[in-house]
């Protein structure tokens, strides 16, 4: 059976190629490095993971996924920058599923700080602990660390390859390495004779590899420069490969249901009309659900929506209303965490005007466009999974203990994902398509998901209710005391993972609530978790989704009641507790040129959120065009230290914010005898061409450490449009979704 630690067998295939020779360059900051997984042909060594040389070029085997986000150019870059070869010389794929592709960042986000306020010892502090990345063969894409883990990993592992070329270099010449240079993936000697690297692969193959210093950010020719995206060609033409797009040699197709009352069991079913449809194959019982192996996925969708299914109940109230009841009831619990608790919030201070409040945000799917599916090849000793996927080694212990085989007999190939947010971070579809396929070993069979067991079988972001109450005084905040209640993502995700319960104080639960830069001299932040049994996981910015919303709306509630403007009043506490924090907030007030007054018919709302180490704040304008309400114009500004490529930056900002938007409009998972009544997309709308804002974006970088940009961009957008619909209306929106309550043009 699987285990984690162990990896892929001597050789390994990305698509349809077997990479059996070359060279391979990396370094670690560890004492001992993992395994490499890059096993070279006979005659050859690989001496790291992440860069191949060989007659062919230069390839990077990158462990991050592609999905949209830009990582697969910018670690390109990362490479290129220190070994000296122009960015289109460079081959990217996705690495296998392997212990030294761990994500090195990923630890260090779950230590109990606010992030904003760190010291130099703690941010060393969570660098070191990224070690224990390897050893839990954490090769996982989320948490907006995918540059923070590469941009010194990936620079090193070029300084490293191009330091043993020059070597061998010299070695072949006679002469000391440092009479050598090296430039567009060639070495360059005192004559102006030149090496491909390609040349010097066969002798690079026997040699250690050899530490290097970095270069100085004044020299580099890529880094902080926006590029070409990698794909960009790919995606315009229709030849990159997602999930969906893959195709082997008599390949079958499958579709899946699963029990709409989520957890709950399959009685039994009758298969008889299934059969009887042409082109039918081979129905699956899959112990809670069924699917069909179909001639093509259409008819394999309508085969399987023809079995009758005696489905039992869900383990959790039927109706969305009692599902609230249920949270609500956990702020009588002890919370699981106060990660914020600075002064007394007991006392009130005497003359202070007291404001209290209560928020609620609905579940909400991850709606990839692309839907759940993978291809899986079973032939009795080994599987082959194709997919697009957050966690390659994660899917692949899951995988291979589905199909009662060891780690090594199994190979994980990550496609393009056509939208992740989260969803793909799970090991359910992975696991369904394994099932599939063992139903039929020796053939491949892809199974897909319809869009509606798609949007009905996710793992939601959950429902979730704030109870704030707050004093000012004098034009300040004298007070916050705020209870955020709802289902623990991180629990449920440890237990889904590993097989045990998950346990202790979850910092997700409250990430976007307790670690605000606001200096409040009585301010108390509390987590309570509610129990319940719906699916619940990584969505999108995780707990800053709805913490954002809360706290923002709140802000805004109390600068109100105070009389200040309320983006002065953010800025006056914010100054001197985070500097980089206020100058967003700064640059969003001269980008829009807020006066703090708007016009009949315009209205204009501003927030502010730090989360993954990124502060952002963002002015939403909405307008009244005879009774509907147009969002018009937004300005974003973030603080992200670094930018590596400010371009792509101001694109995931861009989209973060338009993924909230649509949450915010219209995002609603609700829920009818224990089932989700959404089906598809016009059940569950999203912001289109003629609904969008002009947006303009600012990047700054004084903030003291790197930052994130998939996810930042997200939470502020949603308290900004409600405090700009409140600007406009005199409305405060305390729920969402907001077409709810205002006549959103749709």
Same mark, same amino acid.
């Given at each position: 059976?699987?285990s ?47 860069i191949?040389?060989? @007659? ?9 996924a ?10 390109a ?6 070994? +000296? ?14 212990a030294?592709?761990y ?6 986000e ?14 060393n ?9 390897k ?7 989320g ?11 990936m ?8 330091? !043993?070329?020059? @070597? ?16 567009s ?13 390609? +040349? ?5 193959a ?9 270069? +100085?950010p004044?020299?580099?020719? *890529? ?8 794909d ?11 999930g969906?797009? /893959? ?11 699963? =029990? ?8 039994? %079913? ?16 899959l ?8 001639t093509?996925?259409?008819?394999? =969708?309508q085969?399987v ?11 959790y ?18 919370? =699981?965490?106060?990660?914020?608790? +600075? ?19 609905? *579940? ?5 466009m692309?839907?759940m ?8 000793d ?19 203990? !589905? ?7 199994? @190979?994980?190939?990550?496609? *393009?994902?056509?939208g992740?947010?989260g ?5 359910? %579809? ?5 099932k599939?396929?063992?139903a ?19 793992? *939601?972001?959950?429902?979730?209710m704030?109870?704030m ?10 007070l ?33 609530? %307790? ?11 509390s ?8 699916? /619940? ?6 707990? =800053? ?28 506490? #914010? ?10 907030l700064?640059?969003?007030?001269d ?27 963002? /002015? ?23 930018a ?13 914010? #338009?993924?909230?938007?649509s ?17 598809n ?9 003629h ?14 450490f ?10 502020p ?24 309550? %205002?006549?959103?043009?749709?």
């Amino acid at each position: 059976m699987a285990s984690i630690g162990k990896i892929l067998r001597r050789t390994f295939l990305i698509g349809s190629a077997a990479i059996v020779g070359g060279v391979a360059f990396g370094v670690y900051y560890v004492n001992r490095p993992a395994k490499n997984p890059l096993k070279p042909g006979e005659g050859e060594a690989a001496l790291n993971p992440f860069i191949l040389i060989d @007659q062919n070029g230069v390839t990077l085997f990158a462990p991050r996924a592609e999905m949209g986000q830009g990582v697969k150019t910018t670690w390109a870059a990362l490479i290129a920058e220190e070994l +000296d070869v122009d960015l289109d010389q460079v081959t990217v794929l996705h690495g296998p599923a392997a212990a030294a592709y761990y994500n090195s960042a990923l630890i260090g986000e779950s230590l109990p700080n606010k992030g904003y306020d760190v010291s130099n010892f703690q941010h060393n502090l969570g660098e070191a602990l990224g070690v224990i990345g390897k050893a839990l063969s954490l090769q996982v894409t989320g948490g907006s660390t995918s540059m923070k883990d590469g941009f010194e990993r990936m620079r090193a592992a070029g300084a490293s390859a191009r330091e !043993t070329l020059k @070597q061998a270099a010299a070695e072949r010449l006679s002469i000391d390495r440092g009479q050598l240079k090296t430039a567009s993936g060639h070495v360059i000697a005192p004559d102006d004779s030149k090496i491909a690297y390609t +040349d010097l692969a066969a002798d690079v193959a026997q040699m250690e590899p050899i530490d290097a210093e970095l270069r +100085d950010p004044s020299e580099w020719r *890529y880094l902080g420069r926006t590029l070409p995206r990698l794909d960009m060609v790919e995606k315009a033409t229709g030849t990159a490969q997602f999930g969906v797009d /893959v195709r082997l040699p008599g390949m079958k197709f499958a579709s899946v249901r699963m =029990n709409p009352k989520l957890g709950g069991q399959m009685n039994g %079913f009758d298969d008889s009309a299934a059969k009887a449809m042409p082109g039918v194959e081979e129905i699956v019982d899959l112990g809670n659900g069924v699917a069909v192996i179909a001639t093509n996925t259409w008819l394999a =969708n309508q085969a399987v929506e023809a079995i009758e299914v005696d489905w039992g109940e869900a383990p959790y109230p039927p109706e969305t209303d009692a599902i609230f009841a249920e949270i609500a009831k956990a702020f009588d619990t002890d919370p =699981n965490s106060t990660m914020r608790d +600075d002064g007394d919030v007991s006392t009130v201070p005497e003359g202070a005007t007291v404001i209290e409040a209560e928020y609620t945000a609905p *579940y909400l799917a991850h709606a990839t466009m692309e839907p759940m599916n993978a291809t899986a090849l079973f032939t009795g000793d080994a599987l082959e999974l194709w997919c697009g996927n957050q966690a390659p080694t994660l899917i692949q212990f899951r995988v291979a203990n !589905t199909a009662g085989l060891d780690t090594e007999a199994v @190979q994980i190939h990550t496609t *393009y994902l056509g939208g992740g947010f989260g969803r793909r971070g799970e090991l359910d %579809f992975g696991e369904i398509a394994t099932k599939v396929a063992m139903a039929v070993p020796g053939t491949p069979v892809q199974t897909t998901w319809s869009r509606e067991e798609d949007m009905r079988h996710d793992y *939601y972001r959950p429902g979730a209710m704030a109870r704030m109450r707050g004093a000012v005084q004098d034009g300040k905040a004298v007070l916050i005391d705020g209870a955020v209640a709802a289902q623990s993502c991180t629990q449920q995700a440890v237990e889904r993972y590993t097989g045990m319960p998950g346990a202790g104080p979850d910092k997700v639960l409250v990430e976007g609530f %307790f670690n605000q830069p606001y200096a409040v001299p009585n301010y108390r932040m509390s987590g309570h978790i509610a129990e319940l049994k719906i699916p /619940v996981g990584f969505w999108r910015s995780v707990g =800053n989704s709805h913490n954002g919303f809360f706290h923002e709306t709140f802000i805004d509630e109390m600068a109100h009641a105070a009389g200040r403007d309320p983006l002065e009043f953010r800025l006056e506490l #914010m100054r001197d507790e985070h500097a980089p924090s206020a100058g967003c907030l700064e640059a969003v007030r001269d980008m829009s040129g807020w006066t703090g007054k708007t016009p009949d018919g315009v209205g204009r709302g501003v927030a502010f959120t730090y989360s993954f180490g990124t502060p952002v704040a963002q /002015v939403i304008e909405v307008v009244d065009e005879d009774g509907t309400i147009r969002i018009s114009k937004a300005w974003i500004a973030c603080d992200i230290g670094l930018a590596l490529d400010p371009e792509n930056v101001k694109a995931q900002m861009f989209g973060g914010m #338009m993924y909230g938007l649509s949450a915010a409009c219209y995002g609603e998972i609700t829920f009818a005898d224990g089932e989700v009544e959404q089906y598809n997309f016009p059940d569950y709308d999203a912001l289109r061409m003629h609904t969008a804002p002009q947006v303009e974006v600012q990047v700054l970088e004084t903030n003291r450490f790197m930052g994130g940009a998939g996810e930042p961009g997200t939470p502020p957008s949603m308290p900004a449009l409600g405090n700009a619909l409140f600007d406009l209306t005199g409305q405060r929106a305390r729920t969402l979704p907001l077409n709810k309550q %205002f006549n959103l043009l749709v």
